[in-house]
């Protein structure tokens, strides 16, 4: 895809995060919706999978540590082709597969079960380390929060993952500043991420997480890196793309009522028209 075509996909993941979120009254959506470009490119362009084979033993891996963010992997999971885009509106269900957080035991193409914060990149880590092991080629992806990371697993399996040198390993950081409550500085500041990933010996990337040249540019980075596992530190913008949501800490983990959802509804149809027409 292109620079435009990955624009308007990013959209209608927004439109799927809105849509799941308001129907079940209950979820994440500020940093899904931060993420949702990383989310769009990994799953259009960047992962090497099927949607007709979720479980092909040589596709690419992911894992969303910041498990609360499921709408958002959902979404583009849903767009992808793996199962209904009409199920996003079953989330957090009393009997919807779609459950609060992933899945992989019942949610088609989740390679991890998550939520539990600061654990996700020790099981990316794992599956890198089994590529290895195994000669295989597949690479393996880890999204994690940057209010997450002062989980100190996060930094053990770091350590592990730069000593081992999985150079087919790239962990993102989605870098929006804020957590459930506040900013990550008054909370536990982890900065400076960047340099904290490189005395791991971590290849690192700064980029804006809500631009696709930038994130293009990056993972091809991080793919032509040998030698060591690779960081992506994506600085995003919480609630990006619904205009009362960005950079409110309040959007972290509540559903828009009704009169909210129209208007998010309305931001994101102006969104797509406008690309629309370049």
């Known amino acids: 895809m292109n620079t435009l075509e990955l624009q308007k996909q990013a959209v209608e993941v927004r439109k799927g995060i809105i849509d799941g979120v308001h129907s079940a009254k209950a979820g994440h959506p500020g940093g899904s919706l931060s993420a949702a470009d990383i989310f ?58 779609l459950q609060g957080h992933p899945d992989m035991k019942h949610i088609p193409g989740v390679d991890m079960s998550s939520g539990s914060l600061g654990q996700g990149l020790s099981c990316a880590v794992g599956m890198a380390l089994a590529a290895k092991l195994q000669n295989k080629d597949y690479r393996t992806y880890c999204l994690t929060g940057d209010g997450e990371i002062q989980e100190g697993q996060i930094w053990e399996a770091a350590m592990f993952a730069g000593s081992r040198k999985l150079d087919n390993l790239c962990v993102i950081v989605d870098n929006n500043n804020l957590q459930i409550d506040g900013t990550v500085e008054e909370v536990c500041s982890p900065y400076p991420i960047d340099k904290k990933f490189e005395s791991f010996n971590f290849h690192v990337i700064n980029i804006d997480g809500n631009n696709f040249d930038e994130i293009r540019a990056a993972f091809d980075e991080a793919k032509a890196t040998k030698g060591v596992p690779s960081a992506i530190i994506a600085h995003t913008v919480k609630g990006k793309g619904v205009s009362f949501m960005e950079n409110q800490v309040g959007w972290h983990g509540k559903a828009p009522n009704d009169d909210e959802y129209a208007i998010a509804v309305e931001d994101l149809r102006k969104a797509g028209e406008a690309l629309c027409q370049k």
């Open 40 to 97: 769009t490119y990994l799953y259009f362009e960047e992962l090497n999978i099927d949607p007709k084979n979720p479980k092909d033993p040589n596709r690419d891996r992911f894992v969303l540590s910041k498990g609360h963010t499921a709408p958002g992997l959902y979404s583009a999971l849903a767009h992808r082709g793996y199962f209904p885009v009409e199920d996003l509106l079953t989330l957090r269900h009393i009997g919807s597969y």
